[in-house]
C-alpha cells in the first residue's frame, strides 16, 4: 500500500480499460485522470514546478500564474498548496464551474478572460493577460505550458514507457492534443524504439493546431486557437478531427456502459474509433488510446441534457445511445 505526503505522489500510470466489449474494436485506454488533479495535467504541472525550482526561479513568495483552460490549473493549484507558493489562473469562459471552484478551494486566485483576441481567440486573450500580468509584478512566474520542454519531457518520462511495457506489441497509439505535451513525449519515445508505433494525433474541429480554421469550440481540454509552440508535426503519422457533437456520442456511449469519462477522452475516444472504421485490418492491431481526463467536472455541461440541447440542438433520444453503432458519426451530424 503506498503511503504519501504531498498530494501529487499518487498517480497511478498502469491502469488500462479494455474497450472492445464496449465498441467491438481492439482499443484500450490508459487512464490518466486516476490521481488527486483528476486529469493527465498533474504530470506536466509537476515536472514544469519541480524544474522552476531547480532553476532557482521559483522561490519562496513566488506566485505561478499560467493560462489554463482548468486541469493544468487545478494541477498546479494543488502542487502550490502544498509547496507553499500562490497560484493564479488565467483562464476563459469555458472552463467550467467545477474547475474553478476547486482551484479556488485550494486557495487559488482565478481570472476569467471573456472576450477573444480577434484571430487568437480566447487563449490568445488569455496570454495577453498572463503577459501583463508578469509585467506588473515580478513575484509572478509563468511556467508557460505552451513552450515549457517539461511539459513534454513528463509523457516522455512516464507516459510512453508505461504504455510499452503493458503492450510491447503496440501498433497505433491515439494522443489528443491541446498544448501538444502529451502527443509530443509519447511521439518522441516511441520514435527512438526499435519497433514502429503509429503515431495518430486527435484534435477537435475548430482547433487550428494541425492548420485546419479556427472556430468556437465548447468543450475545454483539447484543441488550440493558437498553433502550440511544442508542436512538431513531423514526429505525427495521421491526424484525426473530431466535431464536438462527436465528442459528446462518445462520452455518452461510455457513461451508458458505466465509464464516466471527460470531453477529452470522449473526444480522444471518437478519434480512435474514426480512424479504425477506416481500417481493413484493424481487428487485428493492437492499440491504445490516451484517456486524460474521468466525467465528473462535466457534469453540468457534457453530460447535462439541456446544456447539451442548448449548444448542439435536440440530440437523437439519448437513451440510444447505447445501442447506436458508436462508429456510424454522420448519422450524428443532426444532434
Ligand atoms: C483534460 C485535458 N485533456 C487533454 C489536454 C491536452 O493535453 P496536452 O496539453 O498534453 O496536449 C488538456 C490540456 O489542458 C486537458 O486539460
Known amino acids: 500500500m503506498p503511503v ?7 498517480n497511478a500510470d498502469d491502469v488500462f480499460v479494455d474497450l472492445q466489449d464496449v465498441f467491438g474494436v481492439p482499443l484500450h485506454l490508459k487512464c490518466e485522470g486516476f490521481n488527486l488533479a483528476g486529469s493527465v495535467k498533474l504530470k506536466a504541472a509537476l515536472e514544469m514546478v519541480r524544474a522552476a525550482e531547480r532553476d ?4 519562496p513568495g513566488s506566485v505561478i500564474v499560467e493560462s489554463s483552460s482548468g486541469n493544468l490549473g487545478i494541477a498546479l493549484s494543488m502542487i502550490a498548496a502544498h509547496r507553499g507558493y500562490g497560484f493564479l489562473c488565467v483562464t476563459d469562459s469555458r472552463c467550467n464551474r467545477a474547475a474553478r471552484r476547486l482551484m479556488e478551494s485550494f486557495g487559488a486566485e482565478v481570472r476569467v478572460v471573456t472576450q477573444p483576441a480577434g484571430e487568437r481567440g480566447l487563449l490568445g486573450a488569455r496570454l495577453d493577460m498572463v503577459h501583463a500580468l508578469c509585467e506588473e509584478d515580478p513575484r509572478y512566474v509563468w511556467l508557460n505550458q505552451y513552450a515549457n520542454p517539461n511539459n513534454w519531457q ?37 520514435r527512438e524504439q526499435d519497433r514502429h508505433v503509429t503515431i495518430v494525433a486527435v484534435d477537435s474541429v475548430g482547433s487550428v493546431t494541425f492548420g485546419g480554421p479556427a472556430l468556437p469550440r465548447l468543450i475545454p481540454g483539447l484543441g ?10 513531423s514526429l ?27 470531453g477529452s ?40 441534457p439541456s446544456w447539451v440541447e442548448h449548444h448542439f440542438g435536440s440530440p437523437m433520444s439519448w ?4 445501442d447506436r453503432d458508436p462508429r456510424s458519426y454522420e448519422l450524428a451530424r443532426d444532434m
Open 224 to 233: 488550440a486557437g493558437v498553433r502550440p509552440p511544442l508542436l512538431d508535426s
Open 154 to 190: 513528463a509523457h516522455y518520462r512516464s507516459t510512453a514507457p508505461a504504455v510499452a511495457a503493458e503492450f510491447p506489441e503496440l501498433d497505433v497509439l491515439f494522443v489528443g492534443a491541446g498544448t501538444g505535451g502529451t502527443l509530443m513525449g509519447c511521439a518522441r519515445w516511441f
Open 236 to 262: 505525427v503519422d495521421d491526424v484525426v478531427m473530431v466535431p464536438e457533437q462527436d465528442t459528446l456520442q462518445s462520452c455518452h456511449a461510455l457513461a451508458r456502459r458505466g465509464f464516466l469519462f471527460g
Open 56 to 59: 532557482g526561479l521559483l522561490t
Open 319 to 322: 437513451d440510444d445511445a447505447a
Open 4 to 10: 504519501v505526503s504531498a498530494p501529487y505522489e499518487i
Open 265 to 304: 477522452t470522449g473526444t480522444v475516444v471518437s478519434g480512435a474509433l474514426r480512424w479504425l472504421a477506416g481500417r481493413e485490418d484493424a481487428a487485428a492491431l493492437t492499440t491504445v488510446a490516451i484517456a486524460p481526463d474521468q466525467g465528473e467536472r462535466y457534469l453540468d455541461t457534457v453530460y447535462d
